[in-house]
């Protein structure tokens, strides 16, 4: 119980303490926001802070702080440590400024944002890894809650059914002004998110000593026989680093009316999230007593696991938040899918938003596909997983390049000298893992971690001594701009 407050303090300082240090890198100033200075109506729209905050929160959380962690805890007490870390380190950096570059670049998304900074040929990449990953991302946040809802409803009401009202619901998302239903409704839902997590949370703490977490020591880090490398880093991805959240980041960019308060947007939203995410990582193990009790538990279904745990320790109440949340929370991340996916395609084919047929051009081909797919992954027992995994590994992957692009803009604006590497770490770390990951996965090409770990060094390494010299480069051109 000791090592759980302790990350969770740690947590919470690194928002005072690294987040100001990420702010002042950055430097944000008075400049006018995309929300003040566009204002369409549709995408730009000025939102009050807290609200901002709000939407961040569901737009990058889902069940993806919750599924993730429990998956993560099965790994022991050393997730705590990739959460804690990887969060101040690594995702909240990586939120704020994928949230803060866009909004430097009238709301840009990722994929414009890596062609300003990477290139053309890495723009074209990312545009289909993006879209490819925000679809796969709606699909997967549309079968769970469906299969849920249909275990608790009549027959006739069964996936298939749940699955064409929610793509339904992610139509009138995808359409209409920010402001209109995800502005109006995602309060609501954050606040509920916070609420399940802080009622779990409490039932442990208070709970007389039933439930006991693992405190992290040398000697307890993880299980015999449960490989940490780096299926950790891919499993846990809400709640620590995420690359979904860098297409989600630029909605909200669009919709804060101060630079000033993106520590608080950004920064602040993934830290929240890694509270959740450490509070339902430290509840799996409490409540089933052994990491391997909690791999069994899971084997049934993420779902089930949270409803296990949330009625065992809350009762009633804490079955009804385990339903809300699990229906809604990954709603509330499919919907901004498809959304964002609108939006690059938008930027890609030069289709003004503003007017409606122009939205629906766009998204009608994208939810036909989320809808085949969702029907594949319905229909066949084994699909879900497959498209879980790849999701999984897409995800990682594109915060790996999200980084990079900060980073890349980081030296092009060279204010500090050594501030790109406030994103250059995080960014070799992350590709050193998707590196590994794709070489030794099933889904990937199977080869034995003799010699996948070393490629994915090599790998990483590689990308940092490239990142050296373009910031020696850098160093030298402004000197002599000085000089």
């Not at 599924?67 to 704020?96: E, K, Q, T």
């Not at 339903?323 to 919907?335: H, L, N, R």
């Amino acid at each position: 119980m000791i090592s759980l407050l302790i990350a969770l303090a740690v947590l919470i300082a690194g928002y005072f303490l690294y987040g100001r240090v990420t702010d002042r890198i950055f430097a944000a100033d008075d400049r006018q926001t995309p929300a003040v200075a566009i204002n369409d109506g549709v995408d730009c729209v000025p939102m009050k802070t807290w609200k901002a905050f709000l939407v961040q929160l569901l737009n990058i959380a889902g069940t993806g702080p919750i599924f993730g962690a429990l998956m993560g805890a099965v790994f022991g007490p050393v997730v705590f440590l990739w959460i804690v870390f990887g969060s101040i380190l690594g995702g909240a950096v990586h939120d704020y400024m994928s949230g803060m570059i866009s909004e430097r670049h009238g709301g840009a998304s990722i994929a414009e944002l890596s062609g300003l900074y990477l290139g053309n040929v890495v723009k074209w990449i990312m545009r289909v890894f993006s879209v490819v990953l925000l679809v796969l991302c709606g699909t997967v946040f549309v079968t769970s809650p469906a299969a849920l809802l249909a275990r608790l409803t009549p027959g006739w009401m069964n996936g298939t059914f749940w699955a064409i009202v929610i793509l339904a619901y992610y139509l009138l998302a995808t359409l209409l002004p920010i402001d209109k239903l995800i502005g109006k409704l995602y309060p609501v839902f954050g606040v509920l998110l916070i609420v399940m997590a802080g009622a779990v949370l409490g039932g442990i703490l208070f709970s007389g000593g039933a439930y006991k977490v693992p405190e992290l020591t040398l000697s307890n880090l993880h299980p015999d026989g449960t490989p940490v490398w780096p299926y950790m880093f891919i499993t846990v991805a809400c709640g620590a680093v995420s690359g979904f959240h860098a297409t989600q980041s630029p909605m909200v960019a669009k919709c804060i009316t101060s630079e000033k308060v993106g520590r608080k947007v950004f920064y602040g939203a993934m830290i929240s999230e890694s509270v959740i995410a450490l509070v339902w990582a430290a509840a799996g193990v409490a409540f089933y007593g052994t990491t391997q009790l909690l791999n069994n538990a899971l084997s049934g279904g993420a779902s089930n696991v949270v409803y296990e745990i949330s009625t065992g320790v809350l009762g009633v109440f804490g079955g009804v938040l385990a339903i809300a949340g699990v229906v809604v929370c990954p709603i509330t991340s499919g919907d901004t899918a498809f959304r964002s996916a609108r939006l690059i395609l938008a930027e890609t084919f030069h289709l003004e938003q503003k007017k409606i047929k122009n939205r629906l051009l766009v998204t009608v081909p994208l939810l036909i596909t989320g809808g085949l797919l969702t029907w594949f992954a319905v229909s066949d027992e084994k699909g879900f997983g497959i498209i879980w995994r790849y999701f999984s590994w897409s995800n990682q992957t594109l915060a790996m390049i999200s980084l990079w692009v900060a980073t890349a803009y980081l030296v092009k604006k060279g204010k500090y000298r050594f501030g790109s590497l406030l994103t250059a770490l995080p960014a070799t770390f992350m590709s050193a893992v998707c590196m590994t990951y794709i070489l030794t996965a099933g889904e990937g090409f199977g080869i034995s971690t003799k010699i996948a770990v070393p490629v994915g060094v090599g790998f990483a390494a590689a990308l940092m001594i490239v990142y050296v010299v373009l910031w020696t480069r850098s160093q030298k051109h402004g000197r002599e701009r000085l000089s």
